[in-house]
């Protein structure tokens, strides 16, 4: 008998376990980011200035790049128009990017790796007249 309880004590220790690692797998593969868009880029996502959001990783990668945040923007945000905000699999020639107030430009671009809690913004510089 204490044979079977310690089996049916090691099989409960085993499940538990397994569900904590799919918990902490599915917690590490959500990216938790704060995307902004201005200049008028807010009106293809609702109107609403400012996205807290969590992005999930795709294919079991353990970072999220900028070119998977596009990607992940087009599907889940822009709700109208994604040719004013996307050309191809990047933004539009126009369109300012700054992660964590640093152009992107300088770290890389689609490459640039994101972190949990950053602030990619969005910004429009072409207006009508």
């Keep these: 008998m204490i044979k079977s309880k310690s089996s049916s004590s090691l099989l409960c220790s085993s499940l538990s376990l397994a569900r904590v690692l799919g918990f902490l797998r599915t917690t590490l593969l959500n990216m938790q980011l704060t995307l902004e868009f201005g200049g008028g ?11 807290n959001v969590n992005v999930e990783q795709q294919n079991g990668e353990d970072k999220l790049t900028m070119k998977d945040l596009l ?24 369109v300012l990017v700054l992660v964590n107030d640093c152009d992107w430009e300088l770290s890389g671009q689609l490459s640039t790796s994101l972190e949990e809690k950053d602030v990619v913004v969005f910004i429009s510089t072409l207006h009508g007249g």
């Design 41 to 51: 880029l807010e009106l293809l996502c609702d109107s609403k200035k400012i996205h």
């Design 71 to 94: 990607s992940w923007v087009r599907t889940n945000l822009i709700k109208e128009r994604p040719e004013m905000f996307m050309k191809g699999d990047t933004v539009r020639p126009g």
